[in-house]
């Protein structure tokens, strides 16, 4: 037993990692990992139960929400609420932010962005899905409600990211801009487990993650360098592995731990990225940097992109960092 470190006893010890630590941000941890766990107990029994279905209700992006999707955004909105360091979240299955009027969140003074259910569409054939999150500190005076400016704030600023996992075990990985660090859930015991301290993504992989599908409408750079990944070149590792699932976190994940690239660039349905920056691309771009990858959108680190609209949808590009240079130079040089 001794050598089990929970997520609790992580983070209490890395607690003077954060410049002002006060112990707010850790407990504000706690009730994401909280809200975690009631989750996951209900994404387990999505088979079992008929709750999976979609209610037939869009979202702001016109795509059709499921049972879950709701279900998790009321749990997460609700522990943050609760959290007397929260003033306000914005998530991707409410249009607006959502600022919380009591007193104790006026005077908070953290921001979260979550996606409550990333990949939802998987959960029909039982493959992972999860949450994302950010945390940032406000703009507005403490005192007063949130507003949307504190939620448009470039990646750069976060002061903490993660995911939740609901794979064949449920993970939860996070940074505070102190390295990547991931716990298991044991569902025994009914806490996350420190299983992966440090992670670090390897310089080169040679693994690529892409809706080949959509390959004839993507940028030309971006075929020239899927092309680059399937040409033999056995003393490169060349052609690389492909692995799609289509759930986010997990392609990301699989990459981090084990080396690749994952893309998603421009595509006909999607002509500016499907992915959204806020709930999606900088909290992963965070994480990918903390682990010693690279993250951007063709042109820009994605850290560096100053936010215009809160369900702004970029490409997004991620993973090994030599991989990333590889494919910038493809987008980089000329046609
Ligand atoms: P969602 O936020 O509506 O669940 O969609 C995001 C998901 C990501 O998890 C995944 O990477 C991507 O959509 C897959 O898109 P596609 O099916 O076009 O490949
Ligand atoms: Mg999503």
Redesign the pocket.
Known sequence: MSDIKTLGEFIIEKQNDFPHASGDLSSLLGSIKLAAKIVNREINKAGLIDITGSVGKENIQG?QQQKLDLYANEKFKAALEAHAQVCGIAS?EEDEVVAFSKEQNRNAKYVVLI?P?????NIDVNASVGTIFSIYRRLSPVGTPATESDFLQPGNCQIAAGYVIYGSSTMLVYTTGKGVHGFTYDPSLGVFCLSHENIRISENGSCYST?EG?YIRFPIGVKKYIKYCQENVPKDNRPYTSR?I????S?IHRNLLKGGIYL?PSTAAYPNG???LLY?CNPMAFIMEQAGGKACNGSSRILDIKPTSLHQRIPFFAGSTEMIRKLEQFLTEPS
Do not use: A, H, T, V
């Open positions: 795509e991707e996606d259910l990333d990949g939802s569409s809706n959509n799609y289509g759930s986010l976190i392609d998603y499907k992915l959204r999606e």
